[in-house]
Nanobody, 121 residues
Framework: QVQLVESGGGLVQAGGSLRLSCAVS????????MGWYRQAPGKQRELVAT???????NYADSVKGRFTISRDNAKNTVYLQMDSLRPEDTAVYYC???????????????WGQGTQVTVSS
């Protein structure tokens, strides 16, 4: 069974930093894109950042220059370093991974359970 386990959320003051981690566990063949999304109360889930298997990154305009996504392919883990946090970054952050469980399987998208990030002003 494939699972995405997130950690690193919490409460921080504006201007502070947090680092989120998401580890993929279970028997898999490969991981393609990995990414982070967030959902604030009353809003739709939105993309924060993605990273391809080769390291190409993509960021939402609202986090460019403040957040950095990275991955450790040997550990099947993706990270999100969040600096200069703002109250508007408050949301539940979800990890996503495009995974192929067996070489003959299609890629499928998997989600983590979410981790709360709260930024106080």
């Amino acid at each position: 069974q494939v699972q995405l386990v997130e950690s690193g959320g919490g409460l921080v003051q504006a201007g502070g930093s947090l680092r989120l981690s998401c580890a993929v566990s279970g028997s898999i063949f490969s991981i393609n894109d990995m990414g982070w999304y967030r959902q604030a109360p009353g809003k739709q889930r939105e993309l924060v950042a993605t990273i391809g298997s080769g390291g190409i990154t993509n960021y939402a305009d609202s986090v460019k220059g403040r957040f950095t996504i990275s991955r450790d392919n040997a550990k099947n883990t993706v990270y999100l370093q969040m600096d200069s946090l703002r109250p508007e970054d408050t949301a539940v952050y979800y990890c996503n991974a495009d995974i192929r469980r067996r070489v003959w399987f299609r890629n499928e998208g998997y989600w983590g359970q979410g981790t709360q990030v709260t930024v106080s002003s």
